[in-house]
């Protein structure tokens, strides 16, 4: 009962906090470039000024273009009760594993990229073939780089994972980096970060995601933001957690939560900096570059996988 | 699945091994001239720390001789030998273009794959805990071959032959403590004079057919038909 309840609060400390992950980001990137910058929680008042307006929707929109925000939104809700967030072994972790998780993603995507094409503008046409494109090629790199990790603990779910390399002593393991690094590849590409998508952009020919939301308002548009913020911060939990798992809570009692909750907060904030620093440094990729960028996250988990059979497997 | 516990220095050189894998691979994938001579010299120098480590970890000090060595050689000398070359045939920014450079890069992993499967008897002859990397080391080895057989620049090729060159010394060092001294020494030395001597054939090559692309060297007549 108290792993459920459990459950419940952080699933919903997730959808709540995704803001915040975004605005520090914001307020990082602020930082760098020598400007003064909105505080974190600036993302919060956005989303309340879009909740406020009113819906505006083309005169030719089918059911998919209303219905898709919610979709998007609760899909990637559903996902944040999968990923462990202070403690593995809950009971939701039993609900999905790392494949489906992708599938859950795959599923937003699909009705993002509908949405996208439904009314027929230019604009949401090319967002929607890029993003395919994009998540086509990165989805092969992410699982490769999830089974390599799956198969040196033998077991696909995530929270399974987790508690095997907190109960293993430290130890270097070649495939991890690799998988590290091609995952933060993947990350890149599938939240629309700097090399692949300018997340800050809103008119522009080379943008993606943006491309896609555009014909959306008020409401809609609120969801189909929030539901962006909450998938950086699932792919930031679930690096942060794989690779970095020390300090999560073995045990379900106070003090233990509330130290992984704080160490947590630190990694993330710290993934946020180094995010927001990279933004910084890094231009937009050409588009027609991107695919080599996902060849090398692909490359990069294979390498992972075979360095597992070749140098962890005696 | 057991993972015994390894030593830390042990663990470092399998993580190197993966590294230099990696920059294999990277090699292969690497397009500009200037970029394709620094991942080679980043791989000397992950190839002089592994060397260094497994001489610090087995007490095995001729060792650091090469260590010392590959430092020279390998990550200056060479890549500055061939970067002047680079600067002298004015080749610097040239963009080399790998036709299906995905499908080569399947290739190489197919290669470990390979190398992986025939090295799996002979692994078991070595009692050193890192006796795994001997695949990785003929993986870099073919993948370097590899490197030869789809480049038709000639710089590229030579830094194909190196890499393989990089592969039989790391087997060498860490299946079985390194070679004996004096076959080190000669193949350094070797290494040194392909060196010099490619330099020489770069210039003759060029003022022959006029390019850097081999491929123009299985015409048989002067003119174009």
Known sequence: MNGWLLALLQTGLMIAAAPLLSGWVKWCKCKFQNRQGAAPWQTYRDLGKLFRKEIVVAANASTIFRIAPYIVFSVTALACSVIPLVAPNLPTSALADAIVLVGFFALGRFFLALAGMDIGTAFGGMGSSREMTISSLAEPAMLLAIFTLAMSVSSTNLSTMISALLQRPFQLYPSFIFAAMGLVLVAVAETGRIPVDNPATHLELTMVHEAMILEYCGRHLALMEWAAMIKLLLYGVLLVNLFVPWGMATSLTPPDLLVAALLLLIKLMLLGFVLAAAESGLAKMRLFRVPQLLGLAFILSLLGMLSHVILEVR | MSFPLLTFSEQLILTLAALILFSSFLLLAQTRMIGLIHTFAWQGVLLFAATVLMASSSGHHHLFISAALTL???????????RRLVVRLD????????????????AAGALTLFSYYVVLPIRELSLLATRNTIAISLAVVLI???????????????????????????????????????????????????????????????????????????????VDK
Request: hydrophobic share 55%.
């Open chain 2, 91 to 106: 080749i610097r920014r040239s963009v080399e273009t790998v036709g299906g450079s995905s499908l080569v890069m399947i």
């Open chain 2, 144 to 222: 370097g071959m590899l490197m030869i057989i789809t480049r038709r620049k000639a710089v590229a090729q030579v830094i194909g032959f190196m890499s393989m060159e990089n592969g039989l010394f790391f087997a060498a060092v860490v299946s079985t403590y390194g070679m004996p001294m004096v076959v080190e020494l000669g193949v350094a030395f070797d290494v040194l004079v392909a060196a010099v001597l490619f330099g020489i054939f770069f210039f003759q090559i060029r003022s022959g057919i006029g390019s850097l692309d081999v491929d123009h060297l299985n015409r048989l007549t002067e």
């Open chain 2, 72 to 82: 020279g050689l390998k990550v200056f000398f060479i890549p500055w030998q061939l």
